[in-house]
C-alpha cells in the first residue's frame, strides 16, 4: 500500500515537471513573439539607440548590454526552471503609461525619452508573462538594459567645470602660476581648455556600467552593492581630474612636447585602466562567498502556474497596449502634415531713444539650425549697442525644432570664439521675472555678454523641459507649435557689472514690443 502512494506521488511529480516543461515553451515563445513585434512597432527608436551607439564612444557599450543581460538571465536558468510561469495583468497599467511616455516624447522630439519608454516596456512585457516571482527573480538582468540607453549628456558642463576646478587647485599647489577664465587656463609653458571630450562622462558611464555589473556578480549583500556602484561614481570622477593634472603637467615638464597629440588620449586610457583596475582590487576586499540558494528558488513547481487561457489574454492585451502607441504617433504625423506657413516677422519696435541699426557690431552669429526665420538687429542709446538676433521656427518638427542639442552659441573648439561660462539668472522685466541663460564669449580681441532664451506657447523660459512640455501641449491641442529663440548681446571690457545694467535698461523697453511682433508672427 505504501508503495502504490509513493508511486503515485512519484507519477503526479513527473507529471507536474513534464506539465511545467511544456508552460515553460509555450511562455518563452510567446514572450519571444511579443518582444519581436515590440522591437518591430518601435524600430525607429531601437535604430536611434543603435546610431548613437555606433557613434559615439561614450555609448559604444550599449552594443553589449543585451547580450550581457541574456547571459545574465541563462545563468538564472536552474532557480528560473524551479519557478512557473504566471500571467499577471498588473503591469499592463505601467505598459501604457510607459507607452504614453514614448507617445509625448515622440510627439516633441525627445529621442532619450522615447528609448527609456521602449526599454521600460520591456521587463514588463516579461511581467505580464512570466509573472512576478520570476521578474523579481530577473530584476537585475533586466535592470540592466537601461544601461543601453545613451543618457547623460547633460552631466558634461558641470564635469567639465568640476575637471577646470580641480586641475586649477591641483596646478596652484605645485606652485605654478595659473590665470583662468572659465574653463580655459594658462600656465607660463602654454594655454589648455577643458573640452567635452575632457569632461570624464565616458570614463563616468564606463564606471557605472562596469561597477554596477561587477557589484552584481560579487556581493550578495545589496549594501555592499551599493556601496561599490557609489564608489564607481565617485572614483572616476576624481581620478578624471587627476588625468587632466597629470597631462598638463607631463606637457609642461617635456616643454610642451609630450600628451599634445594622440598620445593625449592614450596617457588617458591607461590612466582610465588603471583606475578601474585599483577600484576593482578595492572591491575584491569586500567579497563576499556565495550563499545558499535564495528562497525564491525553492518556489514549488505548481505554486504559481497560471492558465493558459489567462496568459493568452493578457498577451493579447499586452500586444495592443504596446501597439496603440506607435499607431497613435503615425495618425497623429499624418494629421498634422500641413502646408507650411510663411513667417512674418517684424523688428520690435521699441522707445526710449533706441535707435535700430541696419549693421551689426560683429560678424558672430548664434550656431542654430533648422529655422524658417532668422533676423538680426542692433539698437543703439548713445555710445551703448546692444544686438538682438531672432531664430523663428514654425509648426516644429524633427529636424526643425527650437530645442535641439545642434542649437548653441558656439560649437566646441571653435577657431575664434571661446565660452568662458554658462548659467541661468533671474531677470525683472516689468512686474514678473523670468530666467535667461548668462553667457561669456571671448575672442582675441572682443568681449560679449549674452543673455538668451526661449519663446515657446506664448511664454518665455530658458528651460528646455518646460519648453517641450509647452510644445507637447501645443500639438496635443492641435494649436500651432511655433517657437523662437531670442538672443541678446553686449560688448564689454574687463568687468561685466555696466554690460549686465545695459541688457537690464534694453530688456525693459525691448519686453512688450519683442511680446507683439512674436505673437503676430505665430498668427501670420
Known sequence: MVSEIEMEKEINQMSGRLDAGGLWRRSILLLSLLLVLLFAFYYETLLSMVSVWWRSETFAHGFFIFPISLYLIWEKRAEIIRLSPAADVRPLLLLGLSGLGWLLANIVDVQVVQQLGLVGMIPLIVWAILGWPVTRLLLFPLGFLFFAVPIGEFLVPPMMNFTADFTV????????????????????????????????????????????????????????????????????????????????????????????????????????????????????????????????????IGSTEGSRKK??????????????????????????????????LDAPAIQNGWQRSAKLFTDWKPSYTGQQLEADYLYSLGGEAVALYLRYYRDQKQGSELINSQNILIPQKHPVWKMLDQYPIKVSVGDKDITVKRSRLSSSNKKFLVWHWDWVSGQHTSNNYIAKLLEAKDKLLGNPSDAAGIILVTEYDESTVEAEQRLQKFINVLFPALDKSLEEASKS
Open 169 to 300: 587647485a591641483m596646478i596652484e599647489l605645485t606652485g605654478i602660476p595659473v590665470y583662468r577664465e572659465g574653463t580655459f587656463f594658462s600656465i607660463p609653458s602654454g594655454d589648455w581648455s577643458v573640452v567635452e571630450g575632457c569632461s570624464g562622462l565616458r570614463y563616468l558611464i564606463a564606471s557605472i556600467t562596469l561597477g554596477t555589473l561587477y557589484a552584481y556578480m560579487t556581493y550578495r549583500s545589496n549594501y555592499r552593492r551599493v556601496a561599490f556602484i557609489i564608489l564607481a561614481i565617485v572614483f572616476p570622477i576624481i581620478a578624471n581630474g587627476l588625468r587632466a593634472f597629470m597631462i598638463v603637467m607631463i606637457a609642461h615638464y617635456s616643454d610642451m612636447k609630450l600628451a599634445l597629440g594622440v598620445d593625449h588620449y592614450i596617457y588617458g586610457w591607461v590612466f582610465f585602466g588603471i583606475v578601474m583596475f585599483l577600484m576593482f582590487w578595492i572591491g575584491s576586499f569586500w567579497r563576499e562567498e556565495s550563499g545558499e540558494e535564495s528562497e525564491v528558488s525553492k518556489v514549488d
Open 311 to 344: 496568459q493568452l489574454i493578457v498577451a493579447t492585451l499586452t500586444l495592443l497596449i504596446s501597439a496603440i502607441w506607435p499607431l497613435s504617433a503615425a495618425m497623429m504625423l499624418e494629421k498634422g502634415v500641413t502646408q507650411a506657413r510663411a513667417v512674418q
